[in-house]
């Protein structure tokens, strides 16, 4: 099993660029996640997905759209990057049950010029 | 609300030294509580995590963890530390009352193991 991959693993843009970072995992896990971390803030929760065909902002969520394409991939879309959202992000999954823990992708280093 | 603090951006230990690394939460109610690693370059990997029951949780890597609900932390421990167990560590706090399964990070805590 691969577990939780991401697409790209590095990507730089220009301000006012857009793209989509994929990901998908092949646990079967109804939960998915998008985090972005950045220097000493730990890892911040973009958008989320409790179960195939929901979605929820996390803490973070201004600038950013996702899809739950189907129940083995979460994208998320950056439609006019920002420097400020030069970060690391990173997909996570987990069983829907709260006291599971979440699986995490390799995730993918964002540059935005 | 739900958070969480990790009140040192590094912790050094010699090889061999027991090491401790600090976490306390704050949740409305009952909380999970999970410690993650990551190594460099990597995404994070499950340690463990406290959910119920014993307040002494034993996890991946010979790490575990005591819960201390009276002083609402949850410090992650290893009896001798390796060069290899260098890295950053995250804690995490779920509230078990809240709505979907919305983890809370610290800020992370990087530890150096020197030979």
């Known amino acids: 099993n691969a577990g939780v991959t991401q697409t790209p693993k590095f990507q730089v843009l220009k301000t006012g660029q857009s793209m989509t970072l994929q990901c998908a995992q092949d646990m079967n896990h109804n939960s998915m996640y998008w985090y972005r971390q950045d220097p000493g803030m730990g890892l911040r929760l973009i958008y989320y997905s409790a179960s195939e065909g929901t979605t929820d902002k996390g803490e973070v969520p201004n600038g950013y759209n996702v899809s739950r394409l189907n129940k083995r991939e979460f994208s998320l879309r950056l439609e006019s990057a920002a420097p400020s959202q030069t970060s690391v992000y990173f997909c996570?999954?987990?069983?829907?049950?709260?006291?599971?823990?979440?699986?995490f992708g390799p995730g993918t280093r964002l540059t935005v010029l | 609300a739900q958070s969480v603090a990790q009140p040192e951006d590094q912790v050094n230990v010699a090889e061999g030294n027991p090491l401790t690394v600090k976490c306390t939460y704050s949740v409305s109610g009952n909380p999970y509580l999970f410690w993650y690693v990551q190594y460099p370059n990597r995404g994070l990997q499950f340690l463990l995590k406290?959910?119920?029951?014993?307040?002494l949780v034993k996890g991946s890597y010979g790490f575990e963890a005591e819960f201390n609900k009276s002083q609402t932390s949850f410090h992650l421990k290893k009896p001798s530390a390796l060069v290899s167990d260098s890295a950053l560590y995250f804690c995490a706090v779920r509230d078990m009352t809240g709505a979907g399964n919305m983890l809370t990070f610290g800020g992370g805590t990087r530890l150096m193991v020197k030979p």
């Open positions: 996570a999954s987990s069983e829907m049950y709260s006291a599971n823990e979440q699986f």
């Open positions: 406290y959910i119920t029951g014993d307040n």
